[in-house]
């Protein structure tokens, strides 16, 4: 079955440093999404890349969807201690009905 | 507005009981999920109903069932608890596959 996987899984940074976390798909997307999980919360969604080559910003988060529709990535530019949490990318194959999530990546920020 | 509502929000059991996990939308969504979280793993889906009236197994079934009950609820049944079911589970409904997932606040059990 379809897998997605996100790398690193656990990041550590300095406040002000940058981040950037990559999710890779084993089958093409039509389209992937990205969440956010606060500690002891739920994934709440942050933007949705539809077409190949895509990016979109969002104050400091820049995300990318792949040419070829199978990777993406966010980056996070002077990280901030509000942006902790653990980011999700998830992704969706033809014209199924769910998403298949990746495994996250942790932020750690700290001043 | 209360968007996607859990119950209950914490429970504890003995493996072997069974137990409903309820979840209900006020927002008009068709579809509804129900994902489990384990600790610093990603949502793994377990069951979901595309619309009202179906239901498709996803990647973790075994163990549970689910019911659509109308447009607004979808509950998710544990029929015999075991120890491996311990785990943080949230329910997501959408509008539409190309529209976000929204969650409610998850459903913390622990199974002794």
């Known amino acids: 079955g379809q897998q997605v996987m996100q790398i690193p899984q656990y990041q550590h940074v300095q406040e002000g440093e940058d981040f950037t976390t990559y999710c890779n798909s084993s089958?093409?997307?039509?389209?992937i999404q990205w969440y956010k999980q606060r500690p002891g919360g739920h994934p709440v969604f942050l933007i949705q890349l539809v077409k190949s080559g895509e990016v979109k910003k969002q104050k400091r988060l820049t995300f990318q969807f792949g040419e070829a529709k199978k990777n993406s990535s966010l980056h996070i530019t002077a990280t901030q201690t509000t942006d902790v949490g653990t980011y999700f990318c998830a992704g969706r194959a033809g014209t199924a009905s769910k998403l298949t999530f990746g495994t996250g990546t942790r932020l750690q920020v700290t001043l | 507005n209360a968007g996607v509502t859990q119950t209950p929000k914490f429970q504890v059991l003995k493996t072997g009981q069974s137990m409903t996990l309820q979840c209900a939308q006020d927002m008009n969504h068709n579809s509804m999920y129900w994902y489990r979280q384990d600790p610093g793993m990603g949502l793994r889906l377990i069951y979901y109903?595309?619309?009202?009236?179906?239901?498709d197994k996803g990647e973790v079934p075994n163990g549970y069932n689910v019911s659509r009950l109308n447009k607004r609820e979808f509950s998710l049944r544990l029929e015999s608890a075991a120890p491996s079911q311990t785990s943080v589970y949230f329910c997501a409904s959408t509008g539409g596959a190309d529209q976000p997932q929204h969650f409610g606040d998850g459903t913390r059990l622990s199974i002794l």
């Open positions: 089958t093409t997307l039509s389209n």
């Open positions: 109903s595309a619309s009202e009236g179906t239901t």
